[in-house]
T-cell receptor
Framework: QKEVEQNSGPLSVPEGAIASLNCTYS??????FFWYRQYSGKSPELIMF????GDKEDGRFTAQLNKASQYVSLLIRDSQPSDSATYLC???????FGKGTRLHILP | NAGVTQTPKFQVLKTGQSMTLQCAQD?????MYWYRQDPGMGLRLIYY???????DKGEVPNGYNVSRLNKREFSLRLESAAPSQTSVYFC??????????FGPGTRLTVL
């Protein structure tokens, strides 16, 4: 089992809807996680960091961490065409990225 | 601040040629990384340097060498390029294992 797994997508979501991106991890010792966004042809950039169980909100983005079930999610509310990108989950303190989920927002 | 810079942006090599990809950061970060990204494969770590003077292999080190020249610079060398090394290469830096800042990437084609 890969240490960090993501559905590669593409995930298609209508504009204005909520996009839900999921990431599962295998090491129970992993404590905190990053979400990066990567536009096509560009480099990844950090959008969220979460280390506590529960939700963390930043504007239209909400990261959710459930350590008991070993998953971390990213919700994007009021999805916009500009949110179309690949979203990468990463484990802090380890140099491990998921393969990313391609998100496509339908106008 | 320029952040993380990479040169060149594009490169075409013939099989067997060698080249060095350059990376520099001006954020005083101690850790630096080299990744390759292929379609459907995500970011795969080639080598990293946790601090000046140290380097370690990542997931896919074969066919590559690195040099941490100083705190700012971390280069990646392909001694004898192969078509399987056609990829987009990203350099990144961070303070220890915190948020990584990425360079713009180098698109390498090996014919």
């Amino acid at each position: 089992q890969k240490e960090v797994e993501q559905n590669s997508g593409p995930l298609s979501v209508p504009e204005g809807a909520i996009a839900s991106l999921n990431c599962t991890y295998s090491d129970r010792g992993s404590q905190s996680f990053f979400w990066y966004r990567q536009y096509s042809g560009k480099s990844p950039e950090l959008i969220m960091f979460i280390y506590s169980n529960g939700d963390k909100e930043d504007g239209r983005f909400t990261a959710q961490l459930n350590k008991a079930s070993q998953y971390v999610s990213l919700l994007i509310r009021d999805s916009q065409p500009s949110d179309s990108a690949t979203y990468l989950c990463a484990v802090k303190d380890k140099i491990i990225f998921g393969k990313g989920t391609r998100l496509h927002i339908l106008p | 601040n320029a952040g993380v810079t990479q040169t060149p942006k594009f490169q075409v090599l013939k099989t067997g040629q060698s080249m060095t990809l350059q990376c520099a950061q001006d954020m005083n970060h101690n850790s630096m990384y080299w990744y390759r990204q292929d379609p459907g494969m995500g970011l795969r770590l080639i080598y990293y340097s946790a601090s000046e003077g140290t380097t370690d292999k990542g997931e896919v080190p074969n066919g590559y060498n690195v040099s941490r020249l100083n705190k700012r610079e971390f280069s990646l060398r392909l001694e004898s390029a192969a078509p399987s090394q056609t990829s987009v290469y990203f350099c990144a830096s961070s303070v220890s294992y915190n948020e990584q800042f990425f360079g713009p990437g180098t698109r390498l084609t090996v014919l």
